[in-house]
Structures are given as C-alpha cells and as structure tokens.
C-alpha cells in the first residue's frame, strides 16, 4: 500500500487519481501507524516552503516519516521534494526534512520567466531506478519558482531552464520528483510505476 501523506498542504487527489488510475492500492492519510504499515510514502506539496514545513511539524509526523525511509521508499513531488532538503529560503531560511543534502532556492534564468510553467525534458545524470521505464529527453510538468541546489550525485536527472536544474533527485530509499509525475502523461505514469515497484 502506497500512503500519501495529508499534513494539509498537498496535492493530495490528483496524485491519489493517478494511483488509481493505475490500480495501486494506496491510502491519504495523517494517520502515523498508516505510515508504519504502508510499503511506500508519497509526500505532495503545493504553496510555500515555510508553511508546508509548519503544517508537517503540526502534523506530528516528521519523527515518523524520518524512521520509515530507513525501511521503505519515499517519494516527494514539487514542494514535496523541495522539503526532503536540509533548508529553503522562500521568504526566509526555514529548516527542512534533511534528507538529502542541500538547500532550495529562488530560481534566477536570465531572460527567462519565474515561475517555471509547462513541459520539459528529462537530462539523465545517474543511474535512478525510477528511470527504468523512461528515455533520456521524455517530457514531464513543472510548476515552480524554487529550485534545489545539491551535488550532483544526488541529482538522478536534471531539466534545463536558463541552466541545470535538478528534476530528479535520491538518496537510499528517498526520492524526490520537482515535476509532477501525476501530470506527466505516460512519462510520469512510468515513473509511478517503477516507484510502486521498488
């Protein structure tokens, strides 16, 4: 069972529609033994670094999330990602999950528009085992203003926009999509399926 976590600042329906959509059993849930008990975690996002990360703190779930990925597998999407780093300065510097080195900041592409909107390609830079199913260049969606910023060999594909900016990103069993796989026609569902088969 795939759970997606509910700390009140996901797109949680869209991501649960796709699952269905694919036929994997999977669950939107606050519920901490529902995350204990589930083969996999999705972790959604939409809004802002610092309120997503007050949210989950509220939420009482972060000590939880932190010990499960020690066992299973973890996928954030956007901000989702966004948070499975150790800081974001979106408005202000705001602690993150820490779960992968680095930090999230403001996107700066010269003569390009902020946010970044629409369909981009896939630059394959490590072996990631989402990437099974999918060729280096397919196309997948963004929405966003803020990037990541970490080394390279945590970054599994890049997207380019006014320069690299990490698309996919891992370590161990977390993994971190700033596209959104549900919205990413047969790219993304592919992507779905090599996670629901980790």
Partial sequence: ??????????????VKNALD???FENKVTSN????????????PGVGAFPDAMRMLQMSG?????????????LLGICLGMQMLFEKGYEFAETD????IKGSVKLMTPENLAIPHIGWNSLEFNEPCKLLDNVKNGEYVY???????ECPSEFVAAYCDYGGQVPALVQSGNVYGAQFHPEKSGETGLNILRSFEAL
């Fill in 21 to 23: 959509f694919l036929g």
């Fill in 61 to 73: 779930l972060i000590g939880v999330i932190k010990e499960e990925v020690t066992k299973k597998p």
């Fill in 96 to 99: 993150g999950l820490g779960l």
């Fill in 1 to 14: 069972m795939i759970a997606i976590i509910d700390y009140g600042a996901g797109n949680l329906f869209s």
């Fill in 142 to 148: 963004f929405v966003h203003s803020y990037a990541a």
């Fill in 32 to 43: 901490a033994d529902d995350l204990k008990h589930a083969d996999r975690l999705i972790l």
